[in-house]
């Protein structure tokens, strides 16, 4: 399959999705010239929690109390997911892009690892809350991407990050596993212009990965699929459970 012909997925859940976040999706498509395949996960975890004897529901406007039963549970999902696909279909309009829109249940992260070949990157949107979201998003003036040297989507990822951060006018910050690798973003640095920054990391220690995103806090973190990062599916848990950043993987 040819490449340009791929689709970008991007992946709902509960947490919920900001508007901005869609828009990014939607423009990046659109620049790539790729449609896109929206999923809704309905958090089969959730449904589980929710059918224990001890389990209680605290609103996060009022701390109300209340019971929550997976029958329940799953009708919120349905309507969440009905919102969510009114949205992006308008947003996707606006740009001209195709989209496809499904549900499904299980758990994000194992529809990130067990990507389909349609699809070469994976749009995992940060927790949203309408309490703050998109005025934190507008206040992040970065964007953040891993390059690791034998990660095959590396370059791909790279790329996208450089033209991501030129279009948002955001500085580019690139984590890099080796001298080699370092040097040949430098070389594409020179090549593109602009300020960006590159540093070593060891991807081995996800603390200390954790702690630097932390630092930058970007809009959007970028990284190759199938390195060190994504490989392990408690890694990759771990960073979206961590972050308040839109995670996007490239194949």
Do not use: W
Not at 34 to 48: H, M, P, R, S
């Amino acid at each position: 399959m040819n490449s340009n012909n791929k689709k970008l997925l991007i992946v709902f859940d509960a947490t919920g999705c900001a508007p901005v976040t869609m828009h990014t999706a939607t423009e990046l498509a659109s620049r790539l010239h790729t449609g896109i395949k929206a999923l809704y996960v309905e958090d089969i975890n959730l449904l589980k929690a929710v059918d224990l004897p001890f389990t209680r529901e605290v609103s996060l406007y009022t701390a109300t109390v209340s019971s929550v039963d997976s029958a329940s549970m799953k009708q919120r999902f349905q309507t969440d997911a009905e919102t969510i696909k009114k949205q992006i279909e308008e947003i996707a309009i606006t740009h001209s892009v195709s989209l496809s829109f499904s549900s499904m249940s299980g758990h994000k992260t194992q529809v990130v690892r067990n990507g389909t070949e349609e699809v070469n990157m994976v749009l995992i949107p940060a927790v949203y809350s309408s309490m703050g979201r998109e005025k934190q998003y507008h206040l992040k003036h970065e964007v953040v991407v891993v390059f690791e040297e034998h990660a095959p989507s590396s370059d791909r990822a790279l790329d996208i990050a450089l033209s991501q951060a030129a279009k948002m006018k955001y500085q580019l910050f690139v984590m890099a596993d080796s001298e080699h690798a370092k040097n040949r973003v430098e070389q594409v640095f020179e090549r593109h212009g602009g300020y960006h920054v590159c540093q070593l990391v060891d991807f081995s220690r996800l603390d200390e990965v954790i702690s630097l995103l932390h630092k930058h806090a970007p809009a959007l973190f970028v990284l190759p699929d199938g390195g060190c990062l994504t490989r392990d599916e408690k890694k990759l848990q771990q960073m979206i459970d961590s972050l308040e950043s839109d995670i996007l993987l490239v194949r």
